[in-house]
């Protein structure tokens, strides 16, 4: 979730310089799509073995930065992937990747904002409803909020339970069509559209009913636990839903 200024006053370009980045230009447009997996693949290895968290400085082709808040983060595959339902339900439940899958699907394309500054316009999201799987657990009567956990071990997020039933609130196991990746957040995430994307929880691992809303891992350091886009945390960006 960093964002870096533009350079600027760099020292003039020589013409070779020009002329082979014009090069590399043409080439990275036909290599595109595979250089940006490639590239995307390097900085998910490269973060889960950086204590300091530098590596979520660095920008990747598709316009998203890798960040993770722990030094490293498992792999979950779809064979040891759960996804935990519980707190104030009538019916906790326990879901496999395979079982996420086999839900009504719901596709969203929205730009996605940062707080930090960057966005990244028309992303497609798809996923389960969060709606969904609330009522398939059968919230009881006094509870407010549904709190969120990741199997990074350190990265929480909440919603209030109004928020959470919104339609452009998704568990989601698609971005970008196609299965979202360890970098990502993967196998499955969280995605809030309406807000800044440091509700989208990465890597979740718990969905649990609570009756009040709990400050997130980002909220106990100054952001805002009502993220709206344009609406929070003293920044004026276009809605993104």
């Keep these: 979730m960093n964002s870096e200024p533009p350079e600027e006053g760099g020292a003039p370009v020589g013409r070779r310089v ?61 064979a040891d992937y759960r996804l935990t339902v519980g707190g104030l339900v009538e019916r906790p439940a326990s879901y496999t990747l395979a079982e996420l899958r086999a839900l009504p699907q719901t596709r969203l394309v929205r730009d996605v904002q940062c707080v930090t500054g960057w966005r990244v316009p028309d992303t497609p999201f798809e996923g389960v409803r969060l709606s969904r799987l609330l009522d398939a657990a059968g919230v009881r009567a006094g509870a407010g909020a549904v709190r969120f956990t990741c199997f990074d071990g350190a990265y929480t997020e909440s919603l209030t339970l109004d928020q959470a039933r919104r339609a452009d609130v998704l568990v989601a196991l698609r971005m970008r069509d196609e299965d ?48 709206w886009v344009g609406r929070s945390n003293g920044r004026d960006d276009d809605p993104t839903s």
């Design 18 to 78: 020009f002329l082979g980045t014009l090069g590399l230009g043409a080439l990275g447009v036909l290599a595109a799509p595979t250089l940006q997996r490639g590239l995307e693949a390097f900085l998910g290895g490269a973060a889960d073995k950086d204590p300091t968290g530098l590596t979520g400085l660095l920008p990747n082709g598709g316009g998203f930065r890798y960040y993770s808040v722990a030094s490293s983060v498992p792999h979950k595959s779809a």
């Design 180 to 227: 979202i990746g360890h970098a990502h957040g993967g196998p499955v995430r969280l995605y809030v559209a309406p807000m800044y994307f440091y509700k989208s929880a990465k890597w979740l691992s718990g969905i649990t009913v609570t009756e009040d809303v709990r400050p997130g891992y980002w909220e106990e350091r100054g952001y805002d636990v009502d993220a």
